[in-house]
C-alpha cells in the first residue's frame, strides 16, 4: 500500500525541491528499491526540480510585478504608474537662455527660425543648441535685438507618420530613448492635399476636453521610449486615414553640456551674419530619464494629490513636477517659519503662506525667473488663502576634528594610509546621510561608520564645530543674521570669555580702523570685536551683537565693512562665523542643508599603546576627551 506522506513545499531552491521529491519517493512502496542517486532516476529528479523551480521563480515574480512597491521591471513599475494618473518623466536637456543682436541697420524686421543652432564648448568638446520655434523681432537703434530665447542641447529630431487604420500595430514613438519630451512640438495635417496644419497641445484634464480637442496624450512605452496617442472622438478629437503626424523634439546628451555659459552663431539670420550673443541663464536641468525608485515615490503621491496643492507632500509632487531637474524638495508651513529677505527663514510663524526650498542637480540655486514660473505654475492647484513661496536652501557646514586609535598589530597600513581611508569613510557618510532636507548627522553612526573604515581602528573621538558665511556689504552699515538652528555650548555664564567664548570669524576690516579684526563672544551672549597684537585680544566693539545660545542665532548690529581677508588662503568675499554645538548630534530643520566641511576637517591618528604593546603600555595610554579642543581648552 501507498504510503500517504505529503510532498514538501516550503522551499524553492533547486537542491530543496530535488531532496524533497526523493524523500517522497522514497517513501513510496513502488519504488523501495530504487536508487534514487542513480543516474537515470537521479536525471529525472533534476528534470522535475529544474521545471518545479522555473514555475516557482516566475510565480514569484508575477506576484511581485502586480504590485508597484514590490515591482522591478520597468514596464511594470510604469504601467502601475500609469493606472494612477503619473506621467513618468523622460531625460531632459540642458537649457540655456540667450540674447541675440543682429548687427544690420538695414533689415526692420528679421525670424529666427525653429532649429537654429548655436555652439559651446565644454572640456574642448562642442555641443550644440537649437531653438524649438520661431522668433521674431524688430529693429531697434543699430541692430535687431532677441530677448531671452531659450536654447536646448541637443538635435532637432523630426519624425513623420501617416495614419493607418488597417495597421493594428501602428504606433506614433518618439524613437530615440533620450528624447526630451518637454520640447515635443505634436503637428497634424489632414492630409498631403490640405495645407492646413493643427497644433496639438498635450492633455492636461480630461474633464475640461470635448470629442473635437486637439489634445494628444503621452506614455512610456518599451525601451524607455515614448509614445504619442490620441483620443477617440468622445474623449478629444480622433484621427482619420491619411493624416499626417509630425513629431518634432529635442534628443539630448543629457547632462554634459550643463554649465555651458558662452554661445556662437553658426549660420546667418535673415542673410545677417554678424550676429552676436549674450547669456542670460547658463545652461541648466540637463537630467537623466525618471529612475524606477522615483516613480515608485512620486506616483503614490501623486495620486494621492488628486490634482491639488493641500498638504506639504502635494507641493512637493507638483513641485517635482513643475521642476523636474530638482534632486530635493522641502516644504515647510507658515505655521512652522517665516522668511524675511533680510533674515532668511526664521522659526516665527506666518500663517496664510507655503515655503518651498530646492536643491537642484548642478548645485545652484532657482533663478528669480525660475522661482518666479514655479509659483506661477502652482498657483492654479493652491488653496486660495495660501500663497507659495520659493527659498534658497540653508547650508550649514560642520568642521570636524577627528582622532582615531588603531593596533598598529592587527594591520599592514600605515597611519597616513588609514588617515586617508577615514577620510573616504567621512566623505561617504557625508554623501549618503548629509547634503539634502532633513538630514540629522547621528553622532554614533558617524563615529561607527569610521570604526568600520579598518578592523585595525579600535576607538574614534570626532569634535564638531558648527559654520556659517555670510557675504557683507563693503562701505556701507548694515546688519548681518545667522541662524545654526542648533543649540551652542555656554554651561555657564561667562564661559570661557578670557579666550574668546565658543565662537570665531575670519578677518575683516571696518571703517575707521586698518587692523585686521576677528569676532568672537564673551560667554554673556555678547558679540565682540577685537585685533591681535600678539596673542593679546584688543577690543574695539564690545557690544556688536548678540548671540542666542539656546537657538543658535548670531545677530550682527550694524557694521561698516571696508575688506574682507582672505579665507583658507583664497580671496574671498565671505566672512566665516565657526561656533561650537551643545550636541554632538546635528540637526537640519527647515530649509536647512548639513555638509561636512571636508577641506577644513582635521583627521588625526595614533597607535593604541594598550594594544600593541606589553600591559605596561597602560601606565602611559592618554584617552582622548570628547569635550577638549586642540588648544586644551575644556569645552
Known amino acids: 500500500m501507498a504510503n500517504n506522506q505529503k510532498l514538501e513545499i516550503t522551499g524553492f531552491d533547486f537542491d530543496t525541491i530535488k531532496d524533497n521529491l526523493k524523500t517522497f519517493m522514497k517513501n513510496q512502496d513502488q519504488f523501495l528499491d530504487y536508487d534514487f542517486e542513480g543516474s537515470g532516476i537521479s536525471s529525472l529528479l533534476d528534470v522535475l526540480a529544474y521545471n518545479t523551480h522555473y514555475l516557482g521563480f516566475h510565480a514569484n515574480m508575477l506576484a511581485n510585478e502586480m504590485f508597484i512597491d514590490s515591482a522591478s521591471l520597468r514596464s511594470s513599475v510604469v504601467s502601475h504608474a500609469k493606472t494612477l494618473g503619473y506621467e513618468v518623466k523622460s531625460a531632459k536637456a540642458p537649457r540655456a537662455v540667450i540674447n541675440v543682436t543682429l548687427n544690420d541697420t538695414a533689415l526692420s524686421t528679421a525670424t529666427m527660425n525653429t532649429g537654429h543652432a548655436f555652439t559651446t564648448t565644454i572640456d574642448n568638446i562642442e555641443y550644440k543648441f537649437v531653438?524649438?520655434?520661431?522668433?521674431?523681432?524688430?529693429?531697434?537703434?543699430?541692430?535687431?535685438?532677441?530677448?531671452?530665447?531659450?536654447?536646448?542641447?541637443?538635435?532637432?529630431?523630426?519624425?513623420?507618420?501617416?495614419?493607418?487604420?488597417?495597421?493594428?500595430?501602428?504606433?506614433?514613438?518618439?524613437?530615440?530613448?533620450?528624447?526630451?519630451t518637454t520640447t515635443l512640438n505634436v503637428k497634424v495635417q489632414n492630409s498631403l492635399a490640405e495645407e492646413i496644419i493643427v497644433t496639438y497641445t498635450k492633455a492636461t484634464d480630461i474633464t475640461q476636453l470635448t470629442g473635437n480637442s486637439p489634445v494628444y496624450f503621452l506614455q512610456?512605452?518599451?525601451?524607455?521610449?515614448?509614445?504619442?496617442?490620441?483620443?477617440?472622438?468622445?474623449?478629444?478629437?480622433?484621427?482619420?486615414?491619411?493624416?499626417?503626424?509630425?513629431?518634432?523634439?529635442?534628443?539630448?546628451?543629457?547632462?554634459?553640456?550643463?554649465?555651458?555659459?558662452?554661445?556662437?552663431?553658426?549660420?546667418?539670420?535673415?542673410?545677417?551674419?554678424?550676429v552676436t550673443t549674450s547669456t542670460s541663464k547658463i545652461a541648466t536641468g540637463g537630467t537623466e530619464a525618471e529612475t524606477i525608485q522615483s516613480i515608485k515615490l512620486s506616483a503614490p503621491l501623486n495620486y494621492s494629490a488628486q490634482g491639488r496643492c493641500v498638504t506639504e507632500n502635494d507641493y512637493k509632487v507638483f513641485a517635482q513636477k513643475y521642476y523636474p531637474q530638482a534632486k530635493s524638495i522641502q516644504v515647510f508651513g507658515g505655521e512652522n517659519g517665516?522668511?524675511?529677505?533680510?533674515?532668511?527663514?526664521?522659526?516665527?510663524?506666518?500663517?496664510?503662506?507655503?515655503?518651498?526650498?530646492?536643491?537642484?542637480?548642478?548645485?545652484?540655486?532657482?533663478?528669480?525667473?525660475?522661482?518666479?514660473?514655479?509659483?506661477?505654475?502652482?498657483?492654479?492647484?493652491?488653496?486660495?488663502?495660501?500663497?507659495?513661496?520659493?527659498?534658497?536652501?540653508?547650508?550649514?557646514?560642520?568642521?570636524?576634528?577627528?582622532?582615531?586609535?588603531?593596533?598598529?598589530?592587527?594591520?599592514?597600513?600605515?597611519?597616513?594610509?588609514?588617515?586617508?581611508?577615514?577620510?573616504?569613510?567621512?566623505?561617504?557618510?557625508?554623501?549618503?546621510?548629509?547634503?539634502?532636507?532633513?538630514?540629522?548627522?547621528?553622532?554614533?553612526?558617524?563615529?561607527?561608520?569610521?570604526?568600520?573604515?579598518?578592523?585595525?581602528?579600535?576607538?574614534?573621538?570626532?569634535?564638531?564645530?558648527?559654520q556659517k558665511y555670510f557675504t557683507p556689504k563693503l562701505r556701507e552699515s548694515s546688519s548681518y543674521n545667522l541662524y545654526y538652528n542648533n543649540s551652542l555650548y555656554n554651561p555657564h555664564s561667562g564661559h570661557n570669555a578670557m579666550l574668546g567664548g565658543i565662537l570665531n570669524s575670519t578677518g575683516f576690516t571696518v571703517s575707521g580702523i586698518t587692523n585686521e579684526q576677528f569676532i568672537d563672544d564673551d560667554g554673556l551672549g555678547n558679540l565682540r570685536i577685537y585685533y591681535l597684537t600678539g596673542n593679546t585680544r584688543n577690543y574695539t566693539n564690545e557690544t556688536a551683537g548678540t548671540i542666542n545660545y539656546d537657538t543658535g542665532a548670531v545677530s550682527l548690529k550694524s557694521i561698516n565693512f571696508v575688506t574682507i581677508s582672505n579665507v583658507d588662503g583664497f580671496v574671498s568675499t565671505r566672512i566665516r562665523i565657526i561656533v561650537v554645538p551643545k550636541s554632538y548630534d546635528i540637526?537640519?530643520?527647515?530649509?536647512?542643508?548639513?555638509?561636512?566641511?571636508?577641506?577644513?576637517?582635521?583627521?588625526?591618528?595614533?597607535?593604541?599603546?594598550?594594544?600593541?604593546?606589553?600591559?605596561?603600555?597602560?601606565?602611559?595610554?592618554n584617552p582622548t576627551g570628547s569635550n577638549v579642543t586642540s588648544s586644551g581648552t575644556s569645552y
Open 131 to 180: 531653438t524649438i520655434s520661431d522668433f521674431s523681432a524688430t529693429q531697434t537703434g543699430q541692430g535687431i535685438f532677441f530677448f531671452d530665447v531659450p536654447i536646448y542641447e541637443g538635435t532637432l529630431v523630426s519624425t513623420r507618420y501617416t495614419v493607418d487604420s488597417s495597421d493594428v500595430n501602428q504606433r506614433f514613438l518618439l524613437t530615440d530613448n533620450k528624447a526630451d
Open 220 to 274: 512610456e512605452v518599451e525601451d524607455e521610449l515614448f509614445e504619442v496617442y490620441f483620443g477617440d472622438g468622445v474623449v478629444s478629437k480622433a484621427l482619420f486615414d491619411g493624416n499626417i503626424i509630425t513629431l518634432s523634439y529635442v534628443v539630448s546628451n543629457i547632462t554634459e553640456a550643463n554649465g555651458a555659459f558662452s554661445f556662437t552663431n553658426t549660420t546667418a539670420i535673415n542673410t545677417v551674419v554678424d
Open 338 to 466: 517665516s522668511f524675511d529677505p533680510s533674515l532668511g527663514v526664521v522659526a516665527t510663524a506666518d500663517y496664510g503662506r507655503v515655503f518651498i526650498s530646492i536643491t537642484n542637480n548642478n548645485g545652484t540655486n532657482l533663478t528669480t525667473s525660475e522661482k518666479s514660473t514655479l509659483v506661477s505654475d502652482l498657483s492654479p492647484f493652491t488653496v486660495a488663502s495660501v500663497t507659495p513661496i520659493i527659498v534658497d536652501p540653508d547650508y550649514l557646514y560642520v568642521i570636524l576634528t577627528v582622532d582615531f586609535r588603531f593596533n598598529s598589530s592587527a594591520t599592514t597600513k600605515t597611519k597616513d594610509t588609514l588617515i586617508d581611508q577615514v577620510r573616504t569613510s567621512i566623505t561617504s557618510y557625508n554623501n549618503t546621510e548629509l547634503v539634502k532636507f532633513n538630514a540629522v548627522i547621528r553622532h554614533s553612526k558617524l563615529l561607527q561608520q569610521i570604526d568600520n573604515t579598518d578592523d585595525s581602528i579600535l576607538s574614534t573621538n570626532a569634535v564638531p564645530r558648527l
Open 587 to 621: 540637526v537640519a530643520v527647515r530649509n536647512q542643508i548639513i555638509e561636512i566641511d571636508l577641506v577644513n576637517t582635521i583627521i588625526t591618528g595614533s597607535v593604541d599603546s594598550i594594544t600593541s604593546s606589553d600591559s605596561s603600555g597602560a601606565i602611559s595610554f
